[in-house]
């Protein structure tokens, strides 16, 4: 950061509203140390406001849990959604990035919303094989029986898509539900 230092010391505009953004590419490389020099310095920890994601969803999509803790200390915000409609947990959830999604959760990101494409977390995770990240969502609250666009289960989901572990994971635990309720 000594660099970032000196360049904030020169007078380097750090919430440019054209050209690289300083905090951008911090979060996009894993700078947890410059994006708090930055963020101390007043950089927007939303990023700008034209950005197709915020800081956020990139430390997301990456899983720098260090640089989104950094972020999430200074405000930034765990919920907002990029241009196509999308959380940072989404992009976690996508890339399979568990401790990232725990982290969200901990912030309070309700598990059971529903996503651009008429979707929830448990029926991405489904898609995508991610057992863990989906036992995550589910011991955190998503529904077993939530229905995307097409009506299907995230059981459904991961059936068609060949996801083993994950129909057997769900599968178990909608059993295990059962028998507690009966």
Request: glycine letters at 6%; hydrophobic letters at 40%.
């Amino acid at each position: 950061p000594k660099y970032a230092e000196l360049l904030i010391e020169k007078g380097a505009d750090i919430n440019p509203t054209s050209g690289p953004i300083p905090l951008i590419a911090a979060v996009w490389n894993d700078h947890s140390d410059v994006v708090k020099l930055l963020l101390k310095h007043k950089a927007s920890p939303q990023g700008p406001p034209n950005a197709a994601k915020t800081p956020m969803h990139i430390a997301a999509e990456k899983g720098f849990i260090d640089t989104a803790e950094v972020l999430l200390d200074f405000q930034a915000d765990p919920y907002i959604k990029d241009r196509s409609g999308k959380p940072p947990i989404y992009y976690a959830t996508s890339n399979n990035h568990y401790k990232m999604v725990r982290l969200l959760i901990s912030y309070g990101e309700d598990v059971t919303q529903k996503i651009p494409e008429g979707t929830t977390l448990l029926h991405l995770a489904a898609e995508k094989g991610h057992a863990d990240v989906a036992q995550l969502l589910i011991e955190k609250g998503a529904v077993l029986d939530a229905k995307n666009s097409q009506g299907d289960t995230p059981l459904d989901v991961a059936i068609n898509n060949g996801q083993k572990k994950v129909a057997n994971l769900i599968t178990e635990i909608a059993i295990e539900r059962k028998k507690i309720t009966n």
